[in-house]
């Protein structure tokens, strides 16, 4: 039944070019009718495994090993997925570093009425990221305006692919035309934000650029490190079930911690003078970093604010200073999910207070 329903959407959802059903294609089903199949369709098919962090996998040796991104299609000119204004959708949690990326890059480059953006609730349960309607508890949650009667971003990849058994991430970059995603990995999102839609923007969003080609292999050399250290260093950290495991992720992290507290010493960017992907591929592990990390993660070697003064001042600077920064960062979303959600690390769902302020004052 599972695999058949999801014929029957792709067919409703792109409509004659679904040929093989085409029986199926007149008369559209009701919306009451595909919310029925959803809720007998979750019912029936257990996808816990690929959605209930809770049941998340360890290593033998008790390590967390992230796994890839599956949908990895690129927005161009010469491919079938076209920049073109209105045909892509975003998903993404304002709790969650990798989405966060793509929500700033997205109000740098003037996105914001290219790609609308629909944010799912914080609470990260049995079935994974849910939109409002599946958690009306949380009010600073958007349900899905493409997909009325979807309950959770599940439910998107299995639109996209019938048979995915991957892991329900976010974010999520939806090509509306086409009813699938065209990419869930965040690097690569960024990159497509950053230069895909220059010819349909205006001259100053254009010329803004992340990842300009002088400095590429510096920032190439900059993401490996910082990727595998900290933005994943703190997960390796946190998840670890074994304290050889912690211990060989949390050294290592406070290790690119002083070397980036060395980079920083009395400039405004990692690479050169200019904002690059570089700065914000950091800032959402940093900004993140004394909210959750030190206590949730065990990262507590030392804090931001006070163990780091150049890092610390960079990221305020980011924040204070350039509103893509501050409006895609929501404290409450952030703290509520990892304390919330991630119950093998904090079984009781108490989040903590502090730090006050979450973040300090320029």
Same mark, same amino acid.
């Given at each position: 039944?599972?695999?058949?329903?999801?014929?029957?959407?792709?067919?409703?959802?792109? /409509?004659?070019?679904?040929?093989?059903?085409? *029986?199926?294609?007149?008369?559209?089903?009701?919306?009451?009718?595909?919310?029925?199949?959803?809720?007998?369709?979750?019912?029936? =098919?257990?996808?816990?495994?690929?959605?209930?962090?809770?049941?998340?996998?360890?290593?033998?040796?008790?390590?967390?090993?992230?796994?890839?991104?599956?949908?990895?299609?690129?927005? =161009?000119? !010469?491919?079938? #997925?076209?920049?073109?204004?209105?045909?892509?959708?975003?998903?993404?949690?304002?709790?969650?570093?990798? *989405?966060?990326?793509?929500?700033?890059?997205?109000?740098?480059?003037?996105?914001?009425? $290219? @790609?609308?953006?629909?944010?799912?609730?914080?609470?990260?349960?049995? +079935?994974?990221?849910?939109?409002?309607?599946?958690?009306?508890?949380?009010?600073?949650?958007?349900?899905?305006?493409?997909?009325?009667?979807?309950?959770?971003?599940?439910?998107?990849?299995?639109?996209?692919?019938?048979?995915?058994?991957?892991? $329900?991430?976010?974010?999520?970059?939806?090509?509306?035309?086409?009813?699938?995603?065209?990419?869930?990995?965040?690097?690569?999102? @960024?990159?497509?934000?950053?230069?895909?839609?220059?010819?349909?923007?205006?001259?100053?969003?254009?010329?803004?650029?992340?990842?300009?080609?002088?400095?590429?292999?510096?920032?190439?050399?900059?993401?490996?490190?910082?990727?595998?250290?900290?933005?994943?260093?703190?997960?390796?950290? /946190?998840?670890?079930?074994?304290?050889?495991?912690?211990?060989?992720?949390?050294?290592?992290?406070?290790?690119?911690?002083?070397?980036?507290?060395?980079?920083?010493?009395?400039?405004?960017?990692?690479?050169?003078?200019?904002?690059?992907?570089?700065?914000?591929?950091? #800032?959402?592990?940093?900004?993140?970093? !004394?909210?959750?990390?030190?206590? +949730?993660? =065990?990262?507590?070697?030392?804090?931001?604010?006070?163990?780091?003064?150049?890092?610390?001042?960079?990221?305020?600077?980011?924040?204070?200073?350039?509103? *893509?920064?501050?409006?895609?960062?929501?404290?409450?979303?952030?703290?509520?999910?990892?304390?919330?959600?991630?119950?093998?690390?904090?079984?009781?769902?108490?989040?903590?207070?502090?730090?006050?302020?979450?973040?300090?004052?320029?």
């Amino acid at each position: 039944m599972y695999g058949t329903f999801f014929m029957l959407i792709n067919v409703i959802s792109r /409509g004659s070019r679904s040929k093989p059903l085409t *029986a199926l294609s007149s008369p559209r089903p009701s919306p009451s009718f595909l919310h029925h199949c959803i809720r007998t369709m979750t019912s029936t =098919k257990d996808a816990s495994g690929q959605s209930d962090i809770g049941k998340m996998r360890v290593e033998s040796d008790g390590s967390f090993k992230r796994a890839a991104s599956s949908f990895r299609d690129f927005i =161009k000119n !010469d491919g079938k #997925f076209l920049p073109e204004k209105g045909r892509y959708h975003l998903y993404i949690s304002y709790s969650c570093p990798w *989405a966060t990326r793509t929500l700033i890059v997205r109000k740098l480059k003037g996105l914001d009425d $290219f @790609i609308p953006v629909t944010a799912v609730s914080p609470h990260m349960g049995e +079935h994974g990221w849910p939109f409002k309607n599946a958690d009306p508890s949380w009010q600073d949650a958007d349900d899905d305006v493409e997909h009325p009667n979807l309950q959770h971003i599940k439910d998107l990849y299995f639109l996209a692919d019938q048979n995915y058994g991957g892991r $329900f991430t976010v974010p999520v970059l939806w090509d509306k035309k086409l009813g699938t995603i065209v990419n869930n990995e965040s690097s690569e999102i @960024i990159r497509m934000f950053n230069t895909a839609f220059n010819h349909l923007l205006p001259a100053d969003k254009a010329a803004v650029d992340i990842y300009p080609e002088a400095h590429r292999q510096e920032i190439d050399s900059i993401n490996e490190w910082v990727y595998d250290t900290v933005n994943n260093g703190v997960y390796k950290a /946190g998840f670890a079930a074994s304290q050889s495991a912690y211990e060989s992720a949390v050294y290592p992290l406070f290790k690119s911690l002083d070397r980036l507290e060395e980079m920083l010493k009395g400039k405004d960017y990692l690479v050169g003078n200019t904002l690059t992907e570089a700065d914000i591929r950091l #800032f959402v592990t940093t900004i993140r970093f !004394d909210p959750v990390y030190v206590g +949730h993660f =065990k990262c507590n070697l030392r804090d931001i604010r006070h163990g780091y003064p150049n890092i610390n001042l960079w990221m305020k600077k980011l924040y204070w200073n350039n509103d *893509a920064f501050k409006s895609s960062t929501k404290f409450d979303h952030i703290k509520e999910h990892y304390y919330w959600s991630q119950i093998r690390v904090n079984p009781s769902r108490v989040v903590a207070a502090g730090p006050l302020p979450h973040i300090e004052a320029l």
